[in-house]
């Protein structure tokens, strides 16, 4: 029997022969991704952030992020930060420092294929238009400028889809950047530091609202989905 990787190997060189569209191309990437390898690497994550709406307690009560849609070079930079202890967290820190480097790429290219064939929640006709106070924050923090207008395409694909995520876990997460010399919490961040220390937490509570609001790819995808 062929390995997955050899079977993505030869499904890509097929497709390519044939000059198939890149919608094949992308549908093989997503085959490779959701190998029997990648699935049993998962299979630590899914207790968590397969169940929809799991809840976490430190460092206060909040919703497990949405991880399938994300982007994978954000997912590997994220992980890859736990592991070093950059980004501190006591639980992510023990589940990334069992991780490989190809551990880490596997799953990452995994959850960015994740719940592709589950449809997003249709797009408003008009963007959500935020007030003027929620659009003078986003102007002072040029959120825009790094997530992209949607707050779901990001300039880079090391940096996050944010729009639809869980208020409450975004709101954590920008405390967490503003967060020093702290043992257990904080993500030391170059380029997100600065930006989330422009606020209150007042400010960041009201950021991850209007941010959580916005239609986005993010998604949890249950456990049986992932069995098929
Ligand atoms: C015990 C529950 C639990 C398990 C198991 C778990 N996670 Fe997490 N994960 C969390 C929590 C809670 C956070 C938020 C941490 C924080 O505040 O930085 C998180 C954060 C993340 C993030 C960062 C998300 C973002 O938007 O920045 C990624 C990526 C991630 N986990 C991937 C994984 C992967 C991959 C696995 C399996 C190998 C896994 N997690 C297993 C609870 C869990
Ligand atoms: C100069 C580019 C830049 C700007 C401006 C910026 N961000 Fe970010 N943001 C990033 C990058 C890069 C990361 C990933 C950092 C990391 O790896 O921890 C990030 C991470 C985040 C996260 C964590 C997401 C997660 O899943 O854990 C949130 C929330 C966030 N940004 C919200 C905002 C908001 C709100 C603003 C405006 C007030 C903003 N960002 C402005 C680049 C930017």
């Known amino acids: 029997m062929k390995t997955p990787s050899m079977r993505f190997t030869s499904l890509a060189v097929i497709a390519l022969a044939a000059g198939l569209s890149t919608t094949a191309q992308a549908q093989n990437a997503a085959d490779a991704a959701d190998s029997a390898t990648a699935r049993q690497k ?7 952030h397969g169940i929809t709406g799991y809840q976490a307690s430190f460092p206060e009560v909040h919703k497990v992020p949405k991880i399938s849609g994300q982007n994978a070079k954000y997912i590997a930079a994220a992980l890859t930060a736990y592991r070093k202890g950059e980004r501190k967290h006591p639980t992510m820190k023990g589940i990334a420092a069992s991780m490989s480097d190809q551990d880490i790429a596997d799953v990452a290219a995994f959850y960015e294929a994740s719940g592709k064939d589950i449809p997003s929640p249709a797009a408003p006709a008009a963007p959500a238009t935020p007030t003027a106070d929620i659009q003078a924050l986003l102007t ?20 996050p889809k944010i729009a639809g995520q869980h208020a409450d876990y975004l709101y954590v997460a920008l405390k967490a950047y503003q967060t020093e010399r702290n043992p257990q919490i904080g993500r030391a961040n170059a380029i997100m530091g600065p930006q989330a220390k ?16 916005l239609p986005g790819e ?11």
């Not at 422009?198 to 609001?213: G, M």
């Not at 993010?218 to 098929?228: E, S």
Request: aromatic share 6%; charged share 20%.
């Open 42 to 48: 998962v299979a630590m994550c899914i207790g968590c």
């Open 140 to 159: 002072k923090g040029n959120c825009m400028a790094c997530h992209g207008a949607d707050m779901n395409k990001p300039i880079d694909a090391s940096y």
């Open 198 to 213: 422009l606020f209150t937490h007042t400010e960041l509570k009201q950021l991850a609202t209007y941010v959580a609001s």
């Open 218 to 228: 993010l998604k949890t995808v249950p456990q049986p989905k992932l069995r098929r």
